[in-house]
């Protein structure tokens, strides 16, 4: 396959923002890739060159991009940086500029998909002393050989700038049309089942190129392949908790850590992988050298709650200071010393060569407390079967006593087992917070920001956040936020932000407010507020309450809380807020408070 067939699909992509076109525009591309190359066709689609979890990045700032471009245009780099300021785009300006080069290479052969794709993934592996300049001379070579939608593409690719809205859940949808045959919706299920299993879309369509959809059946749970995590629902009683498992419920403590799922070979170190895929051990020497001993055992997976303790008394700390080792790459050792950690388990879902996921949730549980050898570093999560509301009250308050968040319920029942990557009923969260005006804190993702003014000139000041909408791969405006941050954070988020800006609203963001500055949407915030209310402004959940009318936080606060173990796509969903809002109504309803925060003024 030639690199150009490739462009011209990005540039029909972003020739539209409609997620249904965008779909049967792939999904009349994909079955003619050849079979060698569809794995590396879907991975540069999303703008990547391996499956997320295992963190392959370019490391090609705009400045090496620059330099590259010098080479092949015979310009400055500070030329192209003063071209690229007025289009405020460097893929754009790239494309000019080889519009504008003398042809002196039109004999040279046009670039294929794999060779381009190998000479990334040779840029990528550079590193050390003289990896700029291989990065920046290899890329060059492509520039010099690559046509101008090429290279618009290409830098775009490099610089991590591709915004084309080709997400995840698109590949799915288009895979599924693709391979499917005449029941999409059946089609479309399998394929996503079988992407939970494994995280890697590259497998996913190298499979249903060479088998269809009857190759899937070969996708299996592996050590080294992170299974996306199950979630869980909200109900705002311990009773509704109950009623929504009659045939039992155990409740777990809800820790307030760092939820990691730890893949455990037969031999060599453990891997550990957070809840948005990022492999994390490095972070954690002290666990990854606990586990292999701490298991009767191995391979195993097994999924658990990273917590801080007190090295006085074993008491569970906050988060915060857990969250303190993330991304740290030195003091390792005065870290873990400062702040030891727990891992307690809460589910295994390999076993040896077999998969525990079709289990159901009893009988992995009895199988990790037989696998589990505690130590002082690994042991597990705290567990009741509960028999009634009474029992239920009483390990819900033990649990926050034990400086927990809450409880987790989870079924008993025979059909309760591990639906990776899905959110159900089957486990129900129950937090402190349901005990406020507004149940639970909220997951926002940043999609904008306001300047601050007075004490706050020069920095950011409150920033305009979104749910995200699973059905449309949106981030919809939920409200915006300038309250509960400190001085100190406001400078962090806003250095850390600013390379984050873009020039005009994120085609995947639905906002009616403007801010002074727009966002990629890429960093997530703990927030909480007072209620929610219908709003004709924001965004979220648009007119599927009310027509006319989405949903806003009233009041909303920062907890202080970066959820940078989360994905954008992790955040609140649409959905969720729906149900908060309809569970907020019934308890005012219930409470004889008259007017419902439906008749509330909007935000």
Same mark, same amino acid.
């Given at each position: 396959? +030639?690199?150009?067939?490739?462009?011209?699909?990005?540039?029909?992509?972003?020739?539209?923002?409609?997620?249904?076109?965008?779909?049967?525009? @792939?999904?009349?591309?994909?079955?003619?890739?050849?079979?060698?190359?569809?794995?590396?066709?879907?991975?540069?689609?999303?703008?990547?060159?391996?499956?997320? *979890?295992?963190?392959?990045?370019?490391?090609?700032?705009?400045?090496?991009?620059?330099?590259?471009?010098?080479?092949?245009?015979?310009?400055?780099?500070?030329?192209?940086?003063?071209?690229?300021? %007025?289009?405020?785009?460097?893929?754009?300006?790239?494309?000019?500029?080889?519009?504008?080069?003398?042809?002196?290479?039109?004999?040279?052969?046009?670039?294929?998909?794999?060779?381009?794709?190998?000479?990334?993934? =040779?840029?990528?592996?550079?590193?050390?002393?003289?990896?700029?300049?291989?990065?920046?001379?290899?890329?060059?070579?492509?520039? +010099?050989?690559?046509?101008?939608?090429?290279?618009?593409?290409?830098?775009?690719?490099?610089?991590?700038?591709?915004? $084309? %809205?080709?997400?995840?859940?698109?590949?799915?949808?288009?895979?599924?049309?693709?391979?499917?045959?005449?029941?999409?919706?059946?089609?479309?299920?399998?394929?996503?089942?079988?992407?939970?299993?494994?995280?890697? @879309?590259?497998?996913?369509?190298?499979?249903?190129?060479?088998?269809?959809?009857?190759?899937?059946?070969?996708? =299996?749970?592996?050590?080294?392949?992170?299974?996306?995590?199950?979630?869980?629902?909200?109900?705002?009683? @311990?009773?509704?908790?109950?009623?929504?498992?009659?045939?039992?419920?155990?409740?777990? *403590?809800?820790?307030?850590?760092?939820?990691?799922?730890?893949?455990?070979?037969?031999?060599?170190?453990? +891997?550990?992988?957070?809840?948005?895929?990022?492999?994390?051990?490095?972070?954690?020497?002290?666990?990854?050298?606990?586990?292999?001993?701490?298991?009767?055992?191995?391979?195993?997976?097994?999924?658990?709650?990273?917590?801080?303790?007190?090295?006085?008394?074993?008491?569970?700390?906050?988060?915060?200071?857990?969250?303190?080792?993330?991304?740290?790459?030195?003091?390792?050792?005065? *870290?873990?010393?400062?702040?030891?950690?727990?891992?307690?388990?809460?589910? /295994?879902? /390999?076993?040896?060569?077999?998969?525990?996921?079709?289990?159901?949730?009893?009988?992995?549980?009895? =199988?990790?407390?037989?696998?589990?050898?505690?130590?002082?570093?690994?042991? @597990?999560?705290?567990?009741?079967?509960?028999?009634?509301?009474?029992?239920?009250?009483?390990?819900?308050?033990?649990?926050?006593?034990?400086?927990?968040?809450?409880?987790?319920?989870?079924?008993?029942?025979?059909?309760?087992?591990?639906?990776?990557?899905?959110?159900?009923?089957?486990?129900?969260?129950?937090?402190?917070?349901?005990?406020?005006?507004?149940?639970?804190?909220?997951?926002?993702?940043?999609?904008?920001?306001?300047?601050?003014?007075?004490?706050?000139?020069?920095?950011?000041?409150?920033?305009?956040?979104?749910?995200?909408?699973?059905?449309?791969?949106?981030?919809?405006?939920?409200?915006?936020?300038?309250?509960?941050?400190?001085?100190?954070?406001?400078?962090?988020?806003?250095?850390?932000?600013?390379?984050?800006?873009?020039?005009?609203?994120?085609?995947?963001?639905?906002?009616?407010?403007?801010?002074?500055?727009?966002?990629?949407?890429?960093?997530?915030?703990?927030?909480?507020?007072?209620?929610?209310? $219908?709003?004709?402004?924001?965004?979220?959940?648009?007119?599927?309450? =009310?027509?006319?009318?989405?949903?806003?936080?009233?009041?909303?606060?920062?907890?202080?809380?970066?959820?940078?173990?989360?994905?954008?796509?992790?955040?609140?969903?649409? %959905?969720?807020?729906?149900?908060? *809002?309809?569970?907020?109504?019934?308890?005012?309803?219930?409470?004889?408070?008259?007017?419902?925060?439906?008749?509330?003024?909007?935000?």
């Amino acid at each position: 396959m +030639r690199l150009s067939e490739l462009a011209e699909l990005y540039e029909r992509i972003e020739g539209t923002s409609k997620r249904l076109e965008i779909r049967h525009l @792939l999904a009349e591309v994909i079955p003619t890739v050849p079979e060698a190359e569809i794995d590396l066709f879907l991975y540069l689609l999303q703008g990547q060159l391996r499956p997320e *979890y295992e963190g392959i990045e370019l490391g090609m700032a705009d400045s090496l991009a620059r330099k590259a471009l010098a080479l092949v245009s015979g310009g400055s780099g500070d030329s192209i940086k003063e071209l690229a300021k %007025g289009s405020g785009d460097l893929g754009d300006t790239a494309r000019e500029l080889l519009e504008h080069r003398p042809r002196s290479l039109d004999d040279a052969p046009p670039l294929e998909l794999t060779e381009t794709y190998q000479a990334l993934w =040779r840029m990528a592996r550079a590193t050390g002393e003289g990896s700029q300049e291989v990065k920046v001379r290899t890329f060059a070579e492509l520039m +010099r050989r690559a046509s101008p939608v090429e290279a618009k593409h290409l830098v775009r690719f490099v610089l991590g700038k591709l915004r $084309l %809205g080709v997400k995840e859940m698109t590949l799915l949808d288009a895979l599924a049309e693709a391979f499917g045959g005449p029941d999409f919706k059946e089609a479309r299920s399998r394929i996503e089942e079988a992407f939970n299993v494994t995280s890697d @879309l590259g497998e996913i369509g190298r499979r249903l190129r060479q088998g269809g959809l009857a190759a899937l059946r070969e996708v =299996r749970v592996a050590v080294g392949k992170p299974v996306r995590p199950m979630l869980a629902e909200r109900e705002p009683s @311990l009773a509704a908790v109950l009623k929504r498992m009659p045939e039992g419920a155990a409740f777990e *403590y809800k820790y307030d850590g760092l939820r990691i799922q730890a893949h455990v070979p037969a031999e060599g170190s453990p +891997r550990l992988f957070s809840r948005r895929l990022e492999d994390i051990g490095a972070q954690f020497p002290e666990l990854l050298a606990a586990l292999p001993s701490s298991l009767a055992s191995r391979p195993a997976i097994v999924e658990g709650e990273c917590v801080p303790v007190d090295p006085e008394t074993g008491d569970l700390r906050p988060f915060q200071e857990i969250s303190r080792r993330r991304g740290r790459k030195h003091d390792l050792e005065k *870290y873990a010393e400062e702040v030891p950690i727990r891992y307690l388990l809460f589910d /295994l879902l /390999l076993q040896g060569e077999e998969s525990l996921l079709g289990l159901p949730y009893p009988e992995r549980r009895r =199988r990790l407390e037989e696998l589990l050898r505690p130590s002082g570093q690994v042991g @597990l999560a705290t567990r009741r079967e509960i028999g009634g509301l009474p029992e239920a009250e009483s390990f819900f308050q033990e649990a926050l006593a034990d400086g927990c968040e809450g409880i987790m319920a989870k079924s008993m029942a025979p059909g309760s087992t591990y639906r990776a990557g899905a959110r159900g009923f089957w486990w129900i969260k129950y937090k402190r917070e349901y005990t406020h005006e507004l149940a639970d804190t909220i997951d926002v993702v940043v999609v904008g920001a306001f300047w601050g003014r007075g004490k706050r000139a020069g920095k950011f000041g409150a920033f305009l956040v979104a749910a995200y909408d699973p059905d449309t791969e949106t981030f919809a405006t939920l409200c915006k936020v300038g309250s509960g941050f400190d001085e100190e954070s406001l400078e962090k988020l806003t250095a850390d932000l600013r390379g984050r800006a873009v020039p005009d609203r994120p085609e995947e963001v639905t906002s009616h407010l403007v801010p002074d500055v727009w966002l990629e949407p890429s960093l997530v915030l703990e927030i909480r507020g007072a209620e929610l209310s $219908l709003s004709p402004v924001h965004r979220a959940a648009f007119g599927r309450l =009310r027509e006319g009318f989405g949903l806003a936080l009233r009041f909303p606060r920062y907890t202080g809380r970066l959820r940078e173990d989360k994905a954008p796509e992790q955040a609140t969903t649409t %959905g969720e807020l729906v149900r908060l *809002y309809q569970n907020q109504v019934r308890k005012a309803a219930a409470e004889g408070t008259g007017e419902s925060s439906e008749g509330s003024p909007p935000t």
